[in-house]
């Protein structure tokens, strides 16, 4: 069964930097740390003033869900025209930056960020997101995160179904969370990495 959990575990990698272990659980990501830094992780992109989420800061993770299960890549388009459209939707609000934005599932009873993205032309891409998994876009300050816009889901054929559905009623509570930073120690070895599971949320 699915459940909200973080795991992480070792596993050896071949020349071409792939490696991977049984998943029994669906996750939202899976990050490899490294001994050498990555330049695609937010790390190595924010500035020393930028405060961002959890182990996001770290600048020795990659991004390897796509080497354990299959993945979407997600868009969320800035204050969409489509009043029931899946986007960012709201505004941050004061003293929490819009440089960055974020997605975040419900684990350990509270929303955590798994993966981010720069708005560029009013729009944020998340690449290789896990499927089966209820996500909320978040802001976030590094300690606090505030909804960006409304939670949606990823079905198994990558389709994205944003709620609360449009044709039931029902009620949307915002809510400002804190979030709980954690780590995985790697241990040392050439040709051992560890990876680490993130967020298998479900609805």
């Known amino acids: 069964a699915n459940r909200d959990n973080n795991h992480a575990w070792?596993?050896?990698?071949?020349?071409?930097?792939?490696?991977?272990?049984?998943?029994?659980?669906?996750?939202?990501?899976?990050?490899?740390?490294?001994?050498?830094?990555?330049?695609?992780?937010?790390?190595?992109?924010?500035?020393?003033?930028?405060?961002v989420p959890g182990f996001l800061k770290s600048n020795t993770i990659r991004d390897?869900?796509?080497q354990y299960e299959p993945v979407t890549d997600i868009r969320l388009d800035e204050f969409?025209?489509?009043?029931?459209?899946?986007?960012?939707?709201?505004a941050p609000p004061a003293g929490m930056p819009a440089k960055f934005v974020y997605l975040a599932v419900f684990n350990g009873g509270e929303w955590r960020p798994m993966a981010w993205s720069q708005c560029q032309n009013g729009r944020a891409t998340f690449k290789d997101m896990?499927?089966?998994?209820?996500y909320l876009p978040v802001w976030s300050?590094?300690?606090?995160?505030?909804?960006?816009?409304?939670?949606?889901?990823?079905?198994d054929g990558g389709r994205m179904h944003v709620i609360?559905?449009?044709?039931?009623?029902?009620?949307c509570l915002d809510h400002v969370g804190s979030v709980s930073h954690h780590s995985c120690n790697a241990r040392s070895g050439h040709a051992t990495h560890q990876d680490a599971r993130s967020g298998a949320t479900r609805r």
């Open 130 to 134: 896990g499927r089966g998994i209820l």
């Open 64 to 66: 390897v869900t796509a």
């Open 10 to 51: 070792e596993v050896a990698v071949d020349a071409n930097g792939q490696g991977t272990a049984g998943l029994s659980n669906r996750a939202a990501k899976v990050y490899r740390r490294t001994f050498s830094a990555q330049a695609s992780s937010l790390g190595a992109c924010k500035s020393e003033s930028d405060k």
């Open 141 to 155: 300050n590094g300690t606090e995160v505030a909804p960006a816009g409304a939670p949606f889901t990823v079905d």
């Open 80 to 90: 969409p025209s489509a009043p029931a459209a899946t986007g960012i939707t709201l």
């Open 164 to 171: 609360p559905d449009s044709h039931r009623r029902g009620r």
